[in-house]
């Protein structure tokens, strides 16, 4: 993919024409040119020559960005050079010069047509009823005026030689129509004079057909429109230039024992930096000494400072408020989250958004169709006996009230300004069709594992056996779990904090499957599941009852022995993300269905599911069960993929729009269309919520710009019974069309991302819920794996009255070939059985009645 930067372009037209003729270049697969940031995206494998000789034929001029013309890996401080050397204002300068001596040389042209004329203001006693002189005057007043603003002609004249007229070709030949009509009049004028007219006659062509002041107010006020356009335009990229100028330019470095400042490109990986208050950090790495508190807001749109200290990673152009840091460089140049984020943003400002089509299509045809509107106009007021100076007029308020710019603006200054304020709150989307499309999703599916959970387990519940504390479970568990790599260890470590460490194992040995074995403090001390447990002691029923519990509400019972006498269960929980329930309700309100996709087993997805606020949970999916899952909802409405792993990237592209967590792994930020650079859950409904502002703004927009021309043009024309407009009043009216419609979309800075008190569902929903419902049990049964359904089940029993019971139906139940354990329960009047494989209802049955109870029923 190459960027160019294009030159010339003036309005929607211009954009169309070039994205015409480089689409006809062969080896050109795709292309968007972008009129707000005079930028062209080309992909395919035409060479760079032949695209820019299509855009010079089309009457253009064109050239490499100036990171992509570079040999080899371009800096980062070339890059971010090039970006904002790509969004640099050059047109508001220029407009601005021609501007002011513009409106110095109309004040004298409006002192004599309208002071001197229409108020008797005094001029010098040679031209005062010297209507030839003063005709002259204006004349020349004009000619000034059409020289400085001479860029009018030059563009609308060669894009008309090109066979592409665009709004400067309106202009020109509005003001040149008005000029030359205007100098024919005052030759005549000479001539009725020289043909011995008096000169009291020739007030009236002096004073109704001579239009010079009209050929210099429409560049005066098209010029005005024009530099209030660019200046809002300019205003629409704030957001990336104000990125661009965060990035850091330096670095100090230890090298050698000495401290060094050398240029941010120079950083290696690996080498060691210092950051002292008040500094930007220069690249990615890892703190290896001191602490501080780093503004990241760059990044994540966070105002509140994060703590770092050794261990903790820190990013490129955040900023060190307060205190010492000692970093080791881990991602450097291109590679790092700050550049990652410019090239994202950047990138996305060259894509173009589905509803842009509608206007570009208008857009291509527009400024043809007004000619030829005009040229009507003209020919059907001549034919109803209108004198040539009225239908010029008409004709020409058509030429200057139409405005291709409103337009063609109206997509891209609310796509850029929507990604400037995504950018700024740590949303990233990557092309102007992720940001559209992210306000029609129905239905979200969430990854569990690092999406709605935290990613990492945490001890949630400690039962000791009796006579054993909570202290001794917990110290030899952690002593035990610390020579341990599995999660589930590190969890209790964790949880231990520095007891962990204070007793010594012996004799440590993993038991593949099974458990963890160790001495410890003379004794033997045997970790692992129920399943295991069993294998080697006789676990009491109370303990049976509790894993089973836990085992409901979705924990991880991890049973500890020592000389084979039950210490205690500790259960492990990944648990729900703070913010996830909240992010999950503001989905619902706002009328999308969310789904969650987890590859865990079903207990512990629902419980899951039932603590977040989820409905709809799909448990037991591979990474391709994933995909086939969100292509069955798409069946439905328009799917959002929300994931941070590995196994969620073929899930991610398939979806309508995928959303990746940014702490997730790299591949699956690159399978997403959105990047949440906070990881947090609540930018999802934040996306969709700016998504739909956004695409609100942008049919305002439409509205706007094509309601102007639609009632516009037919009053230029004269069609309004009484009403008329001079072509002054419609330059005045095309200049402002403009203006108005990048302010609107401007508004967008102070729309609250956050704040959920005005969601409101999408009129047309995904489909009902009696569909959903369906379609959610459907998928449940076609997912389901055999673990699943090996894992538990309830039998309902009556009769029992006490522990003797219990332990008399247990003792039935398990003695069935399948039956893993039974934990039965009189007050609930069932028992829980843990199966290895199906048991038939029959079967179940049998044993309880043949133990003297009364069997009501088995959940299947």
Not at 357 to 375: E, H, L, M, T, Y
Not at 424 to 440: M, P
Not at 788 to 814: F, P, Q, R, S, Y
Request: aromatic letters at 4%; a negative charge; proline letters at 3%.
């Amino acid at each position: 993919m190459e960027q160019y930067i294009v030159t010339g372009m003036t309005c929607a037209a211009c954009q169309a024409h070039v994205e015409k003729a480089v689409s006809g270049v062969p080896g050109v697969d795709r292309v968007n040119v972008s009129l707000l940031t005079h930028s062209m995206t080309v992909e395919g494998a035409a060479a760079p020559e032949s695209v820019i000789s299509a855009v010079q034929n089309a009457g253009y001029d064109a050239e490499l960005k100036k990171e992509s013309a570079g040999q080899g890996r371009p800096g980062m401080t070339e890059r971010f050079q090039a970006e904002e050397d790509a969004l640099r204002d050059r047109e508001t300068p220029k407009l601005l010069r021609r501007l002011k001596l513009s409106i110095g040389v109309l004040l004298v042209l409006m002192y004599i047509t309208m002071g001197h004329n229409m108020l008797d203001w005094p001029v010098p006693e040679f031209l005062n009823h010297n209507h030839i002189g003063l005709g002259i005057l204006q004349m020349l007043l004009a000619l000034i005026i059409m020289t400085i603003n001479r860029d009018f002609f030059r563009s609308g004249f060669k894009s008309l030689r090109h066979g592409a007229p665009n709004m400067d070709t309106l202009v020109a030949l509005g003001s040149g129509v008005s000029f030359l009509w205007s100098l024919f009049i005052l030759l005549k004028m000479t001539y009725m004079i020289t043909d011995g007219t008096d000169n009291m006659a020739l007030m009236p062509l002096y004073h109704n057909q001579l239009y010079f002041e009209s050929a210099a107010m429409i560049l005066a006020l098209i010029t005005i429109g024009k530099t209030l356009e660019s200046i809002s335009k300019g205003r629409t990229t704030d957001a990336l230039k104000n990125l661009l100028q965060m990035a850091p330019k330096t670095a100090l470095l230890e090298r050698n024992g000495e401290l060094q400042e050398v240029p941010v490109d120079s950083v290696q990986i690996g080498d060691i930096y210092i950051v002292k208050s008040g500094d930007a950090i220069p690249v990615d790495g890892v703190v290896l000494e001191g602490t501080a508190a780093v503004d990241e807001s760059p990044l994540t749109g966070e105002s509140v400072p994060v703590d770092k200290a050794p261990g903790d990673s820190t990013s490129a152009a955040t900023i060190s408020q307060s205190g010492y840091l000692r970093c080791r460089a881990a991602r450097v140049g291109e590679d790092t989250t700050f550049a990652q984020i410019i090239r994202l943003v950047s990138d996305a400002a060259g894509t173009k958004a589905p509803i842009a089509r509608i206007a570009d299509k208008v857009s291509g045809i527009f400024v043809p169709a007004v000619i030829g509107i005009a040229v009507l106009v003209f020919a059907l007021w001549m034919l109803q006996g209108a004198a040539v100076s009225r239908a010029l007029e008409h004709a020409i308020t058509v030429l200057v009230i139409s405005c291709p710019c409103a337009l063609g603006l109206a997509t891209p200054v609310a796509i850029m300004v929507g990604n400037g304020m995504g950018a700024r709150n740590g949303i990233l989307f990557k092309t102007s069709e992720s940001l559209e499309n992210a306000g029609k999703i129905n239905i979200i599916a969430l990854d569990k594992t690092g999406t709605i959970t935290e990613g990492r387990p945490k001890v949630t519940d400690l039962l000791p056996a009796e006579e054993i504390s909570e202290e001794t479970l917990l110290k030899y568990a952690a002593a035990l779990e610390e020579r341990s790599e599995h999660p589930l260890g590190k969890a209790i470590v964790e949880y231990a904090g520095e007891k962990a460490g204070e007793t010594e194992v012996k004799d440590f040995r993993v038991l593949p499957g099974n458990g963890l074995q160790g001495s410890v403090d003379g004794g033997t001390i045997v970790g692992g599941s129920e399943k295991f447990i069993r294998s080697r002691i006789s676990v009491p029923e109370e303990f049976t009852k509790a894993s089973a519990r836990l085992a409901a509400s979705g924990k991880t019972p991890i049973y500890f022995t020592r000389n084979d006498e039950i210490l205690g269960i500790i259960a492990v929980a990944d648990t729900v993300r703070e913010d996830s329930r909240e992010a999950i309700a503001q989905l619902r309100n706002m009328g999308v269905e969310v789904v969650m996709l987890t590859g865990d087993n079903r207990n512990t997805a629902e419980a899951i599911g039932r603590d977040a606020g989820v409905k709809h949970v799909i448990a037991g999916v591979l990474p391709e069960g994933k995909e086939q899952v969100i292509r069955r909802l798409q069946e439905h409405g328009t799917v959002a993929m929300v994931g941070d792993g590995i196994n969620d990237a073929p899930a991610l592209t398939r979806a309508d729009i995928g959303i990746a967590i940014g702490a997730g792994t790299d591949v699956a930020v690159d399978s997403a269309e959105v990047v949440l650079m906070n990881s947090r859950l609540s930018d999802v409904a934040a996306a969709v919520r700016l998504s739909r502002a956004t695409l609100r703004n942008i049919h305002e927009n439409l509205f706007w710009a094509f309601a102007y021309n639609i009632l516009l043009i037919p009053m230029a024309a004269g069609l309004y019974s009484g009403i008329s407009l001079n072509p002054m009043w419609g330059a005045a009216a095309m200049s402002l069309s403009s203006f108005t419609v990048c302010m609107n979309a401007l508004r967008l800075n102070r729309f609250r991302m956050q704040d959920a008190g005005k969601d409101r569902p999408l009129r047309k929903q995904a489909t009902s819920m009696e569909e959903i419902e369906y379609e959610m049990e459907s998928l449940l049964k076609s997912n389901e794996t055999e673990e699943e359904k090996e894992m538990t089940t309830e039998v309902k029993i009556k009769g029992m009255m006490c522990a003797h019971c219990e332990a008399h139906v247990k003792k039935a139940l398990e003695a069935l070939d399948g039956v893993e354990s039974a934990a039965p329960d009189k007050d609930a009047g069932n028992a829980v059985l843990t199966l290895s494989k199906d048991v038939s209802a029959d079967a179940v049955k049998a044993a309880v009645e043949d133990a003297g109870y009364e069997f009501l029923g088995m959940t299947e």
